[in-house]
Protein backbone atom coordinates (compact mmCIF):
# COMPACT_ATOMS: atom_id res chain seq x y z
CA UNK A 1 0.00 0.00 0.00
CA UNK A 2 2.77 2.18 0.77
CA UNK A 3 4.74 1.82 -2.26
CA UNK A 4 1.51 2.18 -4.21
CA UNK A 5 0.88 5.16 -2.92
CA UNK A 6 3.99 6.87 -3.49
CA UNK A 7 4.29 5.62 -6.89
CA UNK A 8 0.84 7.16 -7.38
CA UNK A 9 1.54 10.46 -6.38
CA UNK A 10 5.12 11.30 -5.69
CA UNK A 11 4.95 12.88 -9.18
CA UNK A 12 1.78 14.74 -9.28
CA UNK A 13 2.51 17.69 -8.13
CA UNK A 14 2.92 21.30 -10.35
CA UNK A 15 6.45 21.65 -9.12
CA UNK A 16 8.24 19.17 -10.39
CA UNK A 17 9.58 15.35 -9.93
CA UNK A 18 8.63 14.80 -5.91
CA UNK A 19 6.20 17.43 -5.47
CA UNK A 20 3.22 16.17 -4.22
CA UNK A 21 -0.08 18.44 -4.64
CA UNK A 22 -3.01 16.97 -2.86
CA UNK A 23 -1.54 14.53 -1.18
CA UNK A 24 -1.34 15.17 2.79
CA UNK A 25 0.28 12.76 5.45
CA UNK A 26 0.73 14.56 8.94
CA UNK A 27 4.45 14.74 10.21
CA UNK A 28 6.01 13.51 6.37
CA UNK A 29 8.00 15.83 4.46
CA UNK A 30 7.59 13.65 1.53
CA UNK A 31 10.31 15.66 -0.17
CA UNK A 32 13.19 14.69 2.11
CA UNK A 33 11.96 10.66 1.80
CA UNK A 34 13.10 8.89 -1.61
CA UNK A 35 10.67 6.43 -2.37
CA UNK A 36 13.62 3.51 -1.46
CA UNK A 37 13.88 4.69 1.93
CA UNK A 38 9.50 4.62 2.44
CA UNK A 39 10.25 1.26 1.58
CA UNK A 40 12.68 0.04 3.66
CA UNK A 41 10.92 1.74 6.04
CA UNK A 42 7.50 0.52 5.82
CA UNK A 43 9.27 -2.78 5.37
CA UNK A 44 11.74 -2.82 8.42
CA UNK A 45 7.82 -1.83 10.72
CA UNK A 46 5.86 -4.28 8.80
CA UNK A 47 2.37 -3.89 8.82
CA UNK A 48 1.71 -4.45 12.89
CA UNK A 49 4.32 -1.61 13.13
CA UNK A 50 2.49 0.79 10.67
CA UNK A 51 -0.58 0.04 12.70
CA UNK A 52 0.58 0.91 15.80
CA UNK A 53 2.23 4.04 14.87
CA UNK A 54 -1.33 5.17 12.97
CA UNK A 55 -3.54 4.12 15.54
CA UNK A 56 -1.62 6.29 18.07
CA UNK A 57 -1.60 8.89 15.71
CA UNK A 58 -5.01 9.13 14.91
CA UNK A 59 -6.48 8.79 18.40
CA UNK A 60 -5.89 12.12 19.28
CA UNK A 61 -3.56 13.39 16.49
CA UNK A 62 -3.57 17.21 17.67
CA UNK A 63 -1.76 16.05 21.11
CA UNK A 64 0.51 12.71 19.76
CA UNK A 65 2.29 14.33 16.80
CA UNK A 66 4.51 16.05 19.64
CA UNK A 67 6.91 14.01 21.42
CA UNK A 68 7.25 11.96 18.14
CA UNK A 69 11.01 10.76 18.43
CA UNK A 70 13.60 13.21 16.72
CA UNK A 71 15.49 11.06 14.33
CA UNK A 72 13.94 7.30 12.15
CA UNK A 73 17.08 5.52 11.49
CA UNK A 74 16.60 2.16 9.42
CA UNK A 75 18.74 -0.33 7.91
CA UNK A 76 18.60 -0.29 3.85
CA UNK A 77 19.84 -4.20 3.09
CA UNK A 78 17.44 -7.03 4.44
CA UNK A 79 16.23 -7.57 6.90
CA UNK A 80 15.13 -4.42 7.39
CA UNK A 81 15.06 -2.76 10.52
CA UNK A 82 13.95 0.56 11.95
CA UNK A 83 14.86 2.01 15.23
CA UNK A 84 12.94 5.94 16.72
CA UNK A 85 15.70 8.44 18.39
CA UNK A 86 14.49 10.83 20.81
CA UNK A 87 17.83 13.05 21.11
CA UNK A 88 18.89 14.97 24.34
CA UNK A 89 21.57 17.65 25.28
CA UNK A 90 22.81 16.59 28.56
CA UNK A 91 20.76 18.97 30.58
CA UNK A 92 17.52 18.40 28.47
CA UNK A 93 14.68 15.95 29.96
CA UNK A 94 12.07 14.14 28.37
CA UNK A 95 8.58 15.88 27.69
CA UNK A 96 5.48 13.74 28.56
CA UNK A 97 4.22 13.41 25.33
CA UNK A 98 7.78 12.17 24.44
CA UNK A 99 8.17 9.33 27.20
CA UNK A 100 4.35 8.44 26.11
CA UNK A 101 5.59 7.86 22.54
CA UNK A 102 8.68 6.11 23.90
CA UNK A 103 6.84 3.57 25.99
CA UNK A 104 4.39 2.92 24.02
CA UNK A 105 6.46 2.22 20.70
CA UNK A 106 8.77 -0.18 22.85
CA UNK A 107 5.44 -1.94 24.26
CA UNK A 108 4.14 -2.61 21.31
CA UNK A 109 7.64 -4.12 19.31
CA UNK A 110 9.13 -1.18 17.53
CA UNK A 111 12.19 -0.18 18.91
CA UNK A 112 12.53 3.56 20.36
CA UNK A 113 15.49 4.79 22.73
CA UNK A 114 16.93 8.00 24.13
CA UNK A 115 20.08 9.44 22.50
CA UNK A 116 21.47 11.69 25.26
CA UNK A 117 24.47 13.96 23.49
CA UNK A 118 27.57 14.11 25.65
CA UNK A 119 30.27 17.65 25.67
CA UNK A 120 33.12 16.25 23.49
CA UNK A 121 35.15 18.57 25.31
CA UNK A 122 35.61 16.48 27.89
CA UNK A 123 38.08 13.66 28.79
Not at 31 to 43: G, L, P, Y
Request: aromatic share 6%; proline share 3%; glycine share 12%.
Amino acid sequence: MVVDTDERERNKGGGGPGKLRGTVAGGVNWDSWSADDIKCVAQGLGNDGLEVIGRKMVQDMRHMNHGFPDLALWTTTAPHRVLFAEVKSPNDVLADAQEVWIEYMNSNGISAEVCRVEDGDED
